[in-house]
């Protein structure tokens, strides 16, 4: 004997009215009616092919088979109060998890602080971030590992959803040891020819400042590659070449005394950090939540 559609109900009536021990009670919390109640448990009756409940003067009682069907019925419902209860904590954010793909750059100077201020709201959120390249994390996301990503902008794919968030403007910064670029403003033509410290091949901002220059019909082949935005600055420090940082995140690096800005005549374009989402998975409560947060 199967349970087929429909039957789902008949066992809630059952259970409340097991539970209560009385038919109007059990219709009292089901809000429907007493007749509604009784005729119900007649059609499970029928179905089962037993007697369930036999009345007394002061209610119902289980029968021997009744009983054995509630337990069974009980832990059922035990299971599914459960699970509501979870759902309801997990959409109150009072328990879940997030996880995050960035880089390191962004991970650092502009994901850390919404880190921060979120798990200061929400402290029983788990939040998980795994540091990735704009098209690794796209990858992690199209393969279900994390819920969102934050990425460096311009990126073309039709499976993901793109909210663009803070502006970022690319410029370049050296030593003293250049100190003739330090006054009025530099072409790209007369910058190309100076050792350039740069972003290792394949980044996205490498292939904006690549862009760049291309723009202005040139190539640029750079002395220094490296992996790290905040290597760079350390680098353009120690007099080995002009360094193309971050100006949002030039702070950390104190650009005052022994490195100053170069100002280019065009500048640099600006381009935006964006938050990419899947199109075709819908996002946690939890997810939403953080994502409200960011700029």
Known sequence: MFLVEGNIEWYKVFYMVARYGNLSR?????FITQPAVTHTIKQLEAH?????????????????????????????FQ??????????????????EITIGAGDTLCKHYLLPYLKMFHETYPDIKIQVTNRT??????????????????NLPVQDSQVAIRQSLSLQDCFIASRKFSELAEGYITPAILVNYPLILLESGSSIRQHINWYFRSHGLEIAPEIELGSVDLLADFARAGLGIACIIHNFTEPFSLQGDLFE???????PTRNIGVVTLKSVPLSSAARKFIDMLP
């Open 26 to 30: 059990a219709a009292e919390k089901l």
């Open 48 to 76: 089962l092919g037993n007697q369930l409940l036999f009345r007394t003067s002061r209610g119902v009682k289980l029968t021997e088979n009744g009983e054995i069907l509630y337990q069974h019925i009980e832990k059922a």
């Open 79 to 96: 299971h599914l109060m459960t699970a509501e209860r979870m759902l309801v904590e997990i959409h109150q954010l009072q328990q879940g």
């Open 134 to 151: 704009t098209q690794e994390t796209i990858r992690l996301l199209k393969d279900g590992v994390i819920d969102f990503g934050i990425i």
């Open 262 to 268: 170069i100002r280019l005549t065009p500048p640099i």
